[in-house]
């Protein structure tokens, strides 16, 4: 018997390792903003989820054609509720009390994201789920004279909607399209699949289960037919290897800070270059230097402590063009003037 007491997941190494000269765009569930924020808290070029959280691989699709397309949200794309304009291919997060405030923040960052994916040199892509749901033809509008698939329902009446599965033949031509569409105007670009270890228990144990078979489904024969596409195993970190709920938030659903660390750290230990996995742990410290908030601010000891970390700071600047003013803000405060 194992006296790990634990199924230890080991990573397939991959042909390809990421630094901090290289553009990232992710797009997907929550757990892939979540692991898009540690990239960006560690100061890597990453542009997270410009539509908000998107689950399904159409939804997913359809933005990266309209990042592709440049073709921004219009007005008669928008429609009330609540009080608020919301857009389907768009989180709630992006809605708004009027419609400009709303066309806004959505195209502002569908802009940014467009330029980013043109010149990217890594897509993540996380799904959540192989279920779709599409606007009824009589439901709000925009009108749906054909299947028009949401990313969000804006906690909209069910009765609006058809819901249906993705097949995985579905999954691996809407991807395989998308993906060439990627690689006509950034051809260098690599793509990483993940599948979000949240489980989506609103249609049972039975319908989460078929759905996450369709992702894994896809994803391998995705991985074995394109190149330059590789899977990632967020979702077996967290199920296989760590398989406790003590890695879970209180809904039992969402993997907990804990969890996401795991994967962060699995991820960085596979995908990062060496010396980015040291200008990580280096980031890591002058963080929790400069949010150290010291008994004595005036000693002569914080304030050599407060020149070390900036000399780390400035040692990063010269060999990086990684920005640490919030950092270095923060530490200077509490410099006294030599």
Known sequence: MSSTYRSVLVLKPVPFKITHHDRIVTLGSCFSENIGKRFQQNKFNITINPFGQQYNPASMVNGIQRLLDKKWVNADELFLHNELYHSWQHHSDFSKPTIEAALTAMNSGM??????????????????????????????????????????????????????????????????????????????????????????????????????????????????ALPDVYYFPAYELVMDDLRDYRFFTEDYLHPNRMATEYVWQALIQNMLAKESIATVDKIAAIQAAASHKPRNPESLAHQQFIQKTLATINQLKQTTALDFKEEETLLLRNLNPS
């Open 111 to 224: 802009q940014a994201a467009s330029n980013q994916l043109e010149q990217c040199d890594y897509l993540f892509l996380t799904f959540g789920t192989a279920h779709v749901f599409s606007l009824k033809p009589e439901a709000i509008t925009p009108a749906a004279t054909e299947e028009y698939i949401v990313s969000n329902c804006h906690k909209i009446s069910g009765a609006h909607f058809n819901k249906r599965y993705l097949s995985p033949d579905e999954i691996v031509d809407l991807l395989t399209s998308a993906i060439h569409a990627i690689r006509t105007v950034n051809p260098k670009v690599k793509v990483v699949l993940t599948v979000s270890p949240v489980r989506y228990l609103a249609f049972g144990f039975e319908e989460n289960t078929l759905s996450k078979a369709h992702l894994f489904t896809a994803i391998h024969q995705l991985v074995q």
